[in-house]
């Protein structure tokens, strides 16, 4: 999908041969209709997309919008799969104004059942003081991962103390959520929510807990910031469930998938990471990460040069 101008394209990748042979279909769709106007007719400098989930026949979207001046909201677009048009509807909002269209805002998708799964950034509310919409508020969906009933659309708060949680992916055979998550300066995590844990309230601490520190770090200036969201190293100390592995520096984590059947190291499942992170050390990179049934971590590989990867599917068709 263009980021700018909301063309979307279609490959059929069944018709792929080799990798310089890519044919791409532009699909027409009503998708700037929905959005805030501006006048040059684009979203890119007011709404963002985030996301794209295909379920039965539905093309899910994903999008940071702006419903008037000074209030953007995460919601989901839908549309029935057509090769010639594509018509979008509503299909769900968290009606959560928010002043500033920031970066820390999630949007990822994911397939849950009969839900899907939505991550919800912070939208720098610690920075900005909402006291009754940031992610340590069960009250509010900001800073949050939850699952939205597709037939009802009614939804519920799975986790809580999220910064920009970027990956997202659902394992059927563990029956456990992986996630990633952008750290501030520093802190880049990889979390999982086992669901297999009956009753247990998964929170993840932002803004109290963070391996990472406040861009400018613990200066004079930071000082309300540190106020507001101390970054305490531990989580466990203060309640909050550690990440599984976390980055620093910061790799400019993006997508988690799960490979159970395919690229396995001995017994080892493998979670295989994306990163735009511009720091050669550590950025534009795919990470492959072994862990063990447990999630305890046994190896990290990591691919150099690959560019900034913001998206991964894991496809079984053969490419030469």
Same mark, same amino acid.
């Given at each position: 999908m263009g980021k700018g101008d909301g063309t979307i394209f279609f490959i059929d990748t069944s018709n792929i041969v080799k990798l310089n042979e890519i044919f791409i279909k532009e699909i027409k769709s009503n998708l700037l209709d929905n959005f805030y106007k501006l006048q040059h007719n684009t979203f890119y400098d007011e /709404?963002?997309? @985030?996301? =794209?989930? %295909?379920? @039965?026949? !539905?093309?899910? =979207? /994903?999008?940071v919008d702006k419903n008037k001046p000074y209030? !953007?909201?995460? @919601?989901i677009y839908r549309a029935k799969i057509n090769d010639n048009f594509l018509n979008f509807e509503n299909?769900?909002? %968290?009606k959560e104004c928010q002043p500033l269209n920031t970066l820390q805002t999630g949007g990822s998708l994911e397939i849950l059942g009969n839900t899907i799964l939505m991550t919800i950034g912070d939208h720098d509310s610690y920075i900005r003081d909402f006291p009754n919409k940031n992610p340590q508020d069960p009250k509010s969906l900001i800073g949050k991962i939850i699952s939205i009933n597709i037939n009802t659309k009614e939804n519920k708060i799975i986790s809580m103390g999220h910064r920009n949680p970027q990956g997202l992916y659902f394992d059927t055979i563990s029956n456990k959520i992986y996630s990633?998550?952008?750290g501030p300066e520093g802190g880049d995590e990889i979390n999982v929510i086992d669901l297999n844990l009956k009753n247990k309230k998964f929170n993840f601490g932002w803004g109290i807990s963070s391996y990472g520190e406040h861009y400018g770090g613990r200066n004079d200036y930071n000082k309300r910031n540190y106020k507001m969201a101390p970054l305490e190293k531990s989580h466990r100390k203060y309640g909050f469930i550690e990440p599984i592995y976390y980055f620093t520096p910061s790799i400019g984590i993006t997508e988690i998938i799960k490979l159970n059947d395919f690229f396995k190291n001995g017994s080892n499942n493998n979670l295989i990471i994306g /990163?735009?992170?511009?720091?050669?050390?550590?950025?534009? /990179?795919? !990470? =492959? =990460?072994?862990v063990d049934e447990k999630d305890k971590i046994q190896n990290i590989d990591r691919i150099k040069e690959v560019g900034r990867v913001r998206s991964i599917t894991y496809s079984k068709t053969k490419i030469v």
């Open positions: /709404s963002f997309l @985030k996301d =794209i989930l %295909i379920y @039965k026949n !539905y093309l899910y =979207i /994903s999008i209030c !953007y909201t995460n @919601k299909f769900f909002d %968290i990633t998550e952008h /990163s735009m992170g511009n720091d050669p050390e550590v950025g534009n /990179s795919l !990470y =492959i =990460i072994g």
